[in-house]
């Protein structure tokens, strides 16, 4: 359609029509003509069966035929036989699941995010979908919040690199193309800072952090041409993000050029009420008006309450207007108008889903987020001669997906199958039974280090330790980030047994594995990595995959530090050396996370030499210093190396923090290759929000180039 086109649709539409369209419902609520006035659900909405036959999208319906079937018989329906928008929460492949977010992160491979995003987007598009409520751009600090699974993690530059990679993946050049999807990113703002990391609390951020920190990754997903925006659960400075017109309307929309559609999250404009913002349902459907939420996802505020407030003049209708023709736009942009069913296709749904292809990406993604946390004496990779055991709740389960996996079956996820496949010989196995999830009220299975004796004849243990994946994302929250204490005790006990442990952790956030440090050789943090985890485990441990995944966030030494990451402001008093009285330390514990952002072991041993700066000020595109530095593999196995940048602002208008993550580079190392690895520091980079705009203000700085947050080569420059 034609932008004139659009307008007289709109033009031609009834309130009711555009209100519909401006309302999100889930796929129970259509259905036949018969049978939709008589669901309670509806009843409990106040929707009528003409409110349905106006709706303007659905979500989390899947199936190209009961997809087509659904279009067709909504678009008979609608007066002006408006297509649906389909959309869904694919967020981190949908048959062929990719590790969570969380571990793809920890690749940083920017490149591997965006050819994962590609192939969710070819797989939804086959089945329907149109657009995916993904990525989720939040920056997390506190492993209790569930949803740190579904984040990029604790670092704005990470964040941001991978949201908007995650983004490009999945709307390419044209979300119009039968592959693609459009994105929407999520949840605006600062859903992250959830406080105490208790999920849908309250979130209360300086402006300063917000900008810096928060908002970035959000940002990018603008850049990159984001088709929609979620509000989040949260307040934001004691108002709901849902109805926040700073969040929305200043900075989405004006500051950053936002024109796409924003959407609430489920049932937050009525969630308005509880929060004691709203008094009632007309009120909330008015601020979220205002603050330009264009589609209510779950609630029916805008359908019930709309034509009151239009007609009380409470609500100009320009902004029910401008709502509608954003939506329309979108799905004019999605090719809807002329191709209603875009790529849903039932046969090639078949061909795609789980394809060769797509199996061998999620396989590479696996094995590209692992961190390895621990490796004493090179047990790793392992020597298959010796007798190997496997034991823990992970050992042989398929349940390793992680959250929002639509996957049938995962059978091949195990950590047991993937060993096989590589030739690995399970001597035995023990304490295997699967965890329970704990909102089943059960923490632990019952005590069976009886069974352990099994493996009295293996060399080596393999264990497969974490958290049961229902226990990770939205809704859990946890206080107690160990594990529990079947496996505490069963990998202390194997280590009394004399055996070498390797810990293979199964988790979807850092979770507190101090106590268990000393009984474990070797530690491979393995989040949940999707229907290809067994076997990109197994490349990893066999050797086939030398590993390179590095912390996207911080792993605590306990909770009780929380939040602990690397990006912090110094204090007037600073500890330096010793712990002692009257600074700023704790009395219990390090300042510092057992393992730090960035932080991550390879089989290969690299050296960073000859860090140099040479400034060239004045260039013209920004650049202030050209910064090298030599990296060695010393190592006899080929490796791939994560380069990373970090600056510090010495004194500024307001404090920095002790380093940040600026810029980073991957590169592939033969033995004993070295490379120099050329950065450029540019204005932009240094340059930071005063609490009242973005400014650069020359000083002293220092440059640092390293292996790790904690491992850095570092040099001061004066910029003039
Ligand atoms: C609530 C979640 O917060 C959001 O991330 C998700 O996209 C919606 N539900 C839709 O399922």
Redesign the pocket.
């Known amino acids: 359609m034609t932008d004139k086109q659009i307008h007289e649709l709109l033009a031609s539409m009834s309130l009711e029509e555009k209100l519909g369209e401006m309302t999100q419902m889930a796929p129970n609520f259509f259905g036949t003509e018969d049978s939709v006035d008589l669901t309670g659900p509806m009843k409990a909405m106040n929707l009528r069966p003409e409110d349905v036959s106006c709706l303007g999208s659905t979500?989390?319906a899947f199936g190209a035929e009961k997809l087509i079937q659904m279009q067709k018989e909504h678009m008979a329906r609608q007066p002006h036989h408006i297509p649906l928008m389909f959309m869904a929460?694919v967020i981190h492949g949908l048959k062929t699941v990719y590790p969570i977010p969380l571990a793809m992160a920890c690749s940083f491979d920017t490149g591997l995010m965006e050819e994962a995003a590609a192939m969710a987007a070819r797989e939804s598009a086959v089945t329907g979908v149109h657009l995916t409520?993904s990525p989720?751009a939040d920056l997390v600090r506190d492993p209790r919040w569930g949803r740190v699974m579904e984040s990029p993690g604790e670092d704005p530059l990470l964040g941001a690199r991978m949201t908007q990679a995650t983004v490009k993946g999945y709307q390419g050049e044209e979300m119009s193309a039968p592959d693609r999807i459009a994105s929407c990113f999520?949840?605006f703002g600062g859903y992250g800072g959830s406080e105490a990391g208790r999920d849908y609390n309250t979130v209360d951020i300086s402006d300063g952090t917000l900008r810096e920190f928060y908002l970035t990754a959000y940002k990018a997903a603008v850049d990159a041409g984001a088709a929609m925006a979620?509000t989040s659960?949260n307040t934001i400075d004691r108002i709901p993000a849902t109805g926040n017109k700073k969040m929305f309307r200043k900075i989405l929309r004006e500051e950053w050029g936002f024109d796409g559609v924003a959407i609430t999250?489920?049932g937050a404009v009525h969630e308005m009420i509880a929060h004691g913002y709203a008094a009632d349902g007309t009120e909330a459907a008015k601020y979220a008006l205002e603050a330009g939420a264009d589609i209510e996802?779950m609630s029916t505020h805008y359908l019930n309450e709309g034509r009151k407030l239009v007609q009380q003049g409470k609500i100009d209708i320009s902004l029910i207007d401008e709502a509608v023709l954003r939506i329309l736009q979108l799905k004019n942009k999605l090719g809807l108008f002329e191709n209603p069913f875009k790529g849903a296709d039932p046969e090639k749904e078949k061909q795609v889903h789980l394809c060769k292809e797509h199996l061998e990406i999620a396989r590479r993604a696996a094995a590209r987020s692992i961190v390895l946390l621990k490796n004493e004496g090179g047990l790793l990779p392992l020597d298959k001669s010796q007798k190997i055991g496997l034991a823990g709740p992970f050992a042989n389960s398929a349940d390793v997906l992680g959250g929002w996996a639509f996957a049938e079956s995962a059978e091949q996820a195990t950590l047991y199958s993937g060993l096989k496949q590589h030739g690995v010989q399970i001597t035995a196995m023990a304490m295997a039974e699967p965890l329970r999830p704990m909102q089943q009220g059960f923490m632990d299975v019952s005590d069976q280090t009886a069974e352990l004796e099994r493996l009295a004849d293996c060399d080596i243990v393999i264990a497969g330790v974490g958290e049961h994946p229902d226990d990770t994302g939205?809704s859990a929250s946890k206080t107690v980030l160990r594990l529990s204490h079947n496996q505490e005790k069963m990998l202390e006990r194997l280590h009394d047994m004399g055996k070498k442990v390797i810990a293979v952790i199964f988790s979807g956030r850092p979770m507190e594995i101090r106590p268990v440090l000393p009984f474990c050789d070797a530690v491979v943090q393995a989040w949940f990595l999707g229907i290809e985890a067994g076997n990109g485990i197994a490349d990893v441990l066999c050797g086939d995959v030398n590993p390179s995944g590095r912390l996207a966030m911080s792993i605590p030494q306990t909770v009780g530090q929380v939040p602990v990451y690397y990006n912090h402001m110094n204090t007037g008093r600073p500890l330096i050396g010793e712990p002692h009285r009257y600074v700023s330390c704790y009395l219990d514990c390090p300042n510092e996370p057992l393992f730090p952002f960035g932080y991550g072991l390879s089989y290969s041993d690299y050296r960073y030499t000859d860090l140099c700066i040479d400034k060239t000020v004045g260039a013209e595109d920004g650049t202030l210093l050209n910064v090298s530095v030599d990296v060695e593999n010393t190592s006899d196995i080929a490796g791939r190396e994560t380069v990373q940048l970090y600056i510090h602002d010495v004194a500024a208008s307001v404090v920095r923090p002790v380093k940040e993550l600026k810029d980073f580079v991957q590169i592939d190392l033969q033995p004993h290759q070295r490379r120099t690895v050329c950065f450029q520091v540019t204005r932009a980079m240094l340059s930071f929000w005063n609490n009242e705009a973005r400014v650069f203000e020359p000083g002293d700085f220092e440059i640092m180039v390293g292996h790790s947050s904690d491992e850095l080569l570092c040099e001061r420059v004066t910029i003039s």
Do not use: I, P
């Open positions: 979500l989390n929460d409520f989720m999520k949840h979620m659960f999250d489920f996802m939205e």
